[in-house]
Nanobody, 127 residues
Framework: QVQLVESGGGLVQAGGSLRLSCVASGRTFSSYNMAWFQQAPGKEREFVVAITRSGGSTAYADSVKGRFTISRDNAKNTVYLQMNSLKPEDTAVYYC????????????????????WGQGTQVTVSS
């Protein structure tokens, strides 16, 4: 069974940067669309960004456009989230997710589409 393991979270000051990584076990990573979601305390899990299995198409939440960048390295079974110009409101647990049935042409922002999830990594941005 494929497992997703996130890393790279931590405490950073506002305006700083972090890079999250999500490594997938197994040999089918390159066939999955991947996404990052965030869940702040007391809030529902929300879409942040997603990328198609080839990396050819991405989608971003308006709140992170121009600050966050998703990328993937299929040879390393890894998807990345580069987070720049971090704000206190970015504080959340960040989850990596895989859509194992998705089209390779576009990604979904709907949480219910994603069947596989990592355990999450905490990102805390201080003001």
């Amino acid at each position: 069974q494929v497992q997703l393991v996130e890393s790279g979270g931590g405490l950073v000051q506002a305006g700083g940067s972090l890079r999250l990584s999500c490594v997938a076990s197994g040999r089918t990573f390159s066939s999955y669309n991947m996404a990052w979601f965030q869940q702040a305390p007391g809030k529902e899990r929300e879409f942040v960004v997603a990328i198609t299995r080839s990396g050819g198409s991405t989608a971003y939440a308006d709140s992170v456009k121009g600050r966050f960048t998703i990328s993937r390295d299929n040879a390393k079974n890894t998807v990345y989230l580069q987070m720049n110009s971090l704000k206190p409101e970015d504080t959340a647990v960040y989850y990596c997710a895989a859509d194992i049935h998705g089209s390779g042409y576009f990604v979904s922002r709907k949480i219910g589409v994603y069947e596989l999830w990592g355990q999450g990594t905490q990102v805390t941005v201080s003001s």
